[in-house]
């Protein structure tokens, strides 16, 4: 497939990937192109920032969870020729896993995507300093696929002095720069970029960026980047999600926690869930005091419970809901998020408790620091969920802990080797900290339907 794409990455984080990303999706979205975004790696946050505050199809790439071929498959996925497509880096360009290897790094994925970068550099506080710098990264791109600069942070004036000196010692184009504006200035928070619903200027702010970015970068230089792009795999013939559903009835419902507090889903996750043949429906623990009628299992994902625990527990008609289901046999994966939701009590850093969906009789509570951090490979002790002796590769990021972190499953550092047990797990419940990533291990996916069908059956035959 022929497909335009270019990754906007960075040589560290905080360089103004994000910024640089969401003003070029809106100026080709304005320019009359079909935009859609990537964000490398296990990052929620970003791709609600394409989607939700700019409109805009996103999903993640990790090739960590899936490799350098199944990667490419995902990126094809639902895709054709009319898309321009543009990969957000993560971190620096070249940190991987554990930040010393290549697996999971921008770089890794760029390769194996065979896209072109643009580099995105923060030149504030820097003169000349920026040439080593950028010649560092350019040395040690074996595939050459740096073809363009970026500069973030810099003054029109000081812009058009660098700007040749970089392009005529080191053979790059520049392709523009961004000035410091406080009106793009995204905020940050201990989990990464605040939630795109709680700027209420969001769009605002992204809009005044891609503004701006149209007076001072180059659209020509990075449209031509992309184009240059090769060919990459044949058309992959992967069935849409309407196809599956038409092939294989959707006999049973999954309700998915969906709102300001639950709001971490890897959009592959829920794909694979429809294409394993079940319905998707989503509910708000926040607002509803219902679960949704004829729901047969529940996917409760991550995002901050902690910031609307009052509100949650207020809601007890829905935790009350929650608990009766679980009680009943409905089958529950609950992840982050939603696995401190359905422990008995939330204790918040100030010590306020709050009483949660009961179905986990523990408590979760502020460390005030992380806890754990990094990408993770489970393998559950007796198979419920997965295949005996076989892995799901998953990411953790949180700064609460519980009483009952589980030890039906061991999870293994990949880079360190250090293992240690998590997760509750049995026939209907998978529940602790750790983010999945399903086409990590499809069967994972495959045995939550079929485990939401078997409920199904056990109630009509009451």
């Not at 996103?58 to 969870?65: G, Q």
């Not at 605040?194 to 200027?201: I, R, S, T």
């Not at 026939?427 to 999945?436: I, Q, R, S, V």
Request: proline fraction near 5%; charge should be neutral.
């Amino acid at each position: 497939m022929k497909i335009n794409r270019v990754m906007i990455a960075a040589p560290a984080s905080g360089s103004g990937k994000t910024v640089f990303t969401c003003a070029l999706l809106q100026a080709l979205k304005d320019g009359g192109w079909q935009p859609v975004s990537y964000k490398t790696g296990p990052d929620y946050i970003d791709p609600m920032f394409h989607e939700r505050a700019l409109g805009i199809p996103a999903k993640n790439l990790d090739t960590f969870f899936t490799g350098g071929e199944q990667t490419v498959e995902l990126f094809l996925k639902d895709r054709g020729e009319s898309d321009f497509a543009v990969l957000e880096g993560v971190m620096g360009l070249y940190d991987g896993l554990g930040g010393v290897r290549e697996e999971g790094s921008s770089y890794h994925l760029a390769r194996v995507t065979k896209t072109p970068i643009v580099l995105v550099a923060d030149v504030k506080g820097m003169g000349r300093s920026i040439l080593p710098l950028l010649a560092g990264f350019l040395a040690y791109d074996k595939e050459h696929l740096i073809q363009g600069v970026l500069l973030n942070r810099i003054s029109k004036s000081y812009y058009e002095i660098v700007k040749p000196l970089i392009e005529e010692e080191l053979g790059i184009s520049v392709a523009g720069y961004l000035p410091e504006r406080e009106a793009y200035h995204i905020e940050s928070r201990h989990l990464g970029l605040v939630m795109p619903k709680e700027l209420g200027d969001i769009r605002e702010r992204l809009r005044a960026a891609s503004s701006e970015l149209k007076k001072t970068v180059s659209l020509e230089t990075i449209i031509h980047i992309a184009q240059r792009a090769p060919r990459i795999g044949p058309p992959v013939q992967i069935k849409t999600r309407e196809e599956c559903h038409a092939l294989k009835a959707a006999d049973v419902t999954i309700a998915v926690a969906r709102d300001e507090a639950f709001c971490f889903y890897y959009e592959d996750n829920i794909s694979l869930l429809e294409e394993s043949g079940a319905r998707i429906t989503y509910f708000s623990p926040l607002r509803d005091e219902k679960l949704p009628e004829g729901c047969h299992a529940l996917l409760l994902g991550g995002g901050y419970p902690e910031l609307y625990a009052k509100r949650l527990s207020k809601n007890r008609k829905m935790r009350r809901a929650v608990r009766e289901a679980s009680g009943k046999g409905m089958p529950i994966v609950a992840e982050c998020g939603g696995f401190m939701y359905l422990h008995s009590t939330m204790t918040d850093k100030e010590g306020n408790h709050f009483d949660m969906a009961g179905v986990i009789a523990a408590d979760c509570y502020d460390t005030g620091k992380s806890v754990r951090f990094g990408y993770i490979e489970l393998r559950e002790k007796q198979s419920c969920f997965l295949p005996e002796n076989t892995i799901i590769r998953g990411h953790e990021f949180h700064y609460y802990d519980s009483t009952k972190n589980g030890e039906d499953a061991v999870a293994v550092k990949p880079v360190t080797k250090r293992a240690y047990p998590c997760i509750i797990i049995d026939e209907t419940h998978w529940m602790g900290f750790a983010h999945l990533y399903y086409p990590s291990n499809p069967e994972f996916a495959k045995s939550l339907v079929e485990k939401a069908g078997r409920y199904r059956r056990s109630l009509e035959a009451q």
